[in-house]
């Protein structure tokens, strides 16, 4: 009952900056933890950041420091800005919820594995170049 649909994905130069946003729409008042994940092609999907609708973030240690999760209003959007790119940073990048109300500690951990997030947005391509 929650849809996400992504978008702001790109190529860019090591160094550069992004900012992916993830459109909600449905019922989005059935989750209050939503996050991005990355993936390649062959390989399985990794968290890269969550935020709690408490307003706690939490990153990947990969991203941390570079990478900034937030949200629009009313869970309208949800926007990933990512900064001082790298090449292992080349992903589809997905935007994602889960189903249910969690503590935002659970929302943290729930980072961890793709399979704790039930909606998930059709990906939205980023691509870094040395």
């Known amino acids: 009952q929650v849809q996400l649909v992504e978008s702001g994905g790109g190529s860019v130069q090591t160094g550069g900056s992004l900012r992916l946003s993830c459109a909600a729409s449905?019922?989005?008042?059935?989750?209050?933890?939503m996050g991005w994940f990355r993936q390649i092609p062959g390989k399985e999907r990794e968290g890269v950041a969550s935020?709690?609708?408490?307003?706690?973030?939490y990153y990947s240690d990969s991203v941390k420091g570079r990478f900034t999760i937030s949200r629009g209003k009313d869970k309208n959007a949800l926007y990933l800005q990512m900064t001082n790119l790298e090449r292992e940073d080349t992903a589809m990048y997905y935007c994602?919820?889960?189903?249910?109300?969690?503590?935002?500690?659970?929302?943290?951990?729930?980072?961890?594995?793709?399979?704790?997030?039930?909606?998930w947005g059709q990906g939205t391509q980023v691509t870094v170049s040395s």
């Open positions: 935020r709690s609708d408490a307003g706690y973030t």
């Open positions: 449905g019922a989005t008042y059935r989750t209050n933890c």
């Open positions: 994602a919820a889960v189903n249910g109300l969690i503590s935002s500690e659970n929302c943290r951990d729930r980072l961890k594995s793709a399979t704790d997030f039930t909606y």
